[in-house]
C-alpha cells in the first residue's frame, strides 16, 4: 500500500510578466477566472482530492496571496452588518483551518525545481504533490485526485500529460515513452523543452504531480538546465529506472492560464458552466462570432 499523499506545493514566486502591466503590482495567481483567483481553484482541487497541507511558495509581493487565505475582519463585519449573505459565504467558505497553508519563500528565481526545493523541510519524508495554478483544469473529478488514484495504483512518480502540437514542444516538459497511446504512460525518458525536430513524443507534463521525496536530493545538487534554471523535469529523469514513473493522460480539459488566450478561454468556458451567467456569456459569444 502507497503512502497517502497529504501535502501539495503551489509554486507561486513568478513574477507573471506574460500579463504585465496588470501584474505590476498584482500578483499573476490573483487574476480572476470569471470571479475567482486562479490560485483559489487551484487550492479548492487540492481540498477536494483530500489533500491536508498546502504549501504556497512565495516571493517578493505575494502578500495579496496570504491575504486572500485569511479572515478580513473588516469586510466580514460589513457584510454581516448589511445581511449580505452570499457575499459573506463567497469570501468565507474556502478559507482552511488556522495551519493548514503554511509559506516558505523563494529567494531568487532560480526555476521551478528551485521552488520546490525550498519546501523540502516542510514536506520531509513524504510523497507530494505539486500544482501550478496556471494550469486550470476542468473537470467533474478533480486533476490532482486523479494523479493521486493513479499513483495509489503504480507507486513512484505520476504526472499529468497532454499531447500538443509539435512546434510547441520547446515550451514544456516532454516524455520519451513506449506506449504514448495510453492513458497510463510509462515514463523511460524527459526532456525539458526540446526543439521540434529533437522531441521524442508530443507528450508534454502540465502543472500537476505526484513525485516522491526522493526528487528532493536530484534538486539538492541545484545543476542549472534550460534557461539557465533548475529543472524540476532534470530532477525527475535522474529517478527514472530507480521508482515507476507514469504520465497520466487526465480527464478535463485543461486551460493554459499564463497565456493570454488560455486564460481568455477559460473565462468563457467557466462563465458557459454557470447557471446565474451561462446564458448571457453564450449572448456574448455568439454577438462577436458574427462581427
Known amino acids: 500500500m502507497q503512502k497517502k499523499i497529504r501535502k501539495a506545493v503551489f509554486p507561486v514566486a513568478g513574477f507573471g510578466t506574460r500579463f504585465l502591466p496588470a501584474t505590476k503590482s498584482v500578483p499573476k495567481e490573483m487574476l480572476c477566472v470569471v470571479d475567482k483567483p486562479l490560485i483559489q481553484y487551484g487550492v479548492e482541487e487540492a481540498i477536494a482530492a483530500g489533500i491536508e497541507e498546502i504549501i504556497f511558495v512565495t516571493g517578493r509581493n505575494k502578500q495579496a496571496i496570504e491575504d486572500h487565505f485569511d479572515i478580513s475582519f473588516e469586510l466580514k463585519a460589513s457584510l454581516e452588518a448589511r445581511g449580505k449573505t452570499a457575499a459573506l459565504e463567497a469570501v468565507s467558505d474556502f478559507l482552511q483551518e ?28 513524504e510523497p507530494f504533490a505539486i500544482i501550478s495554478p496556471d494550469d486550470l483544469v476542468l473537470s467533474d473529478r478533480p486533476c490532482i485526485g486523479q494523479l493521486i488514484d493513479a499513483y495509489g495504483e503504480t507507486g513512484g512518480n505520476v504526472v499529468a500529460v497532454e499531447d500538443v502540437p509539435r512546434d510547441q514542444t520547446n515550451k514544456y516538459g516532454i516524455l520519451d515513452t513506449p506506449d504514448g497511446d495510453k492513458d497510463l ?73 499564463g497565456d493570454k488566450l488560455g486564460w481568455l478561454a477559460a473565462n468563457i468556458a467557466y462563465g458557459l458552466k454557470r447557471e446565474d451567467l451561462g446564458e448571457g456569456v453564450r449572448g456574448i459569444v455568439r454577438r462577436f462570432s458574427e462581427n
Open 98 to 125: 488556522p495551519g493548514r497553508i503554511k509559506y516558505v519563500r523563494q529567494m531568487e528565481p532560480l526555476g521551478l525545481g528551485h521552488a520546490v526545493w525550498c519546501a523540502r523541510d516542510m514536506i520531509g519524508d
Open 185 to 257: 504512460a510509462e515514463v523511460r525518458g524527459l526532456v525539458e523543452k526540446p526543439a521540434p525536430e529533437d522531441a521524442p513524443s508530443t507528450l508534454s507534463i502540465i502543472g500537476r504531480y505526484v513525485l516522491l521525496p526522493d526528487v528532493f536530493e536530484a534538486l539538492g545538487r541545484k545543476e542549472r538546465g534550460a534557461g539557465g534554471e533548475i529543472q524540476l523535469t532534470d530532477a525527475m529523469a535522474k529517478m527514472i529506472g530507480d521508482y515507476p514513473f507514469h504520465g497520466l493522460r487526465f480527464s478535463g480539459e485543461r486551460f493554459d492560464c
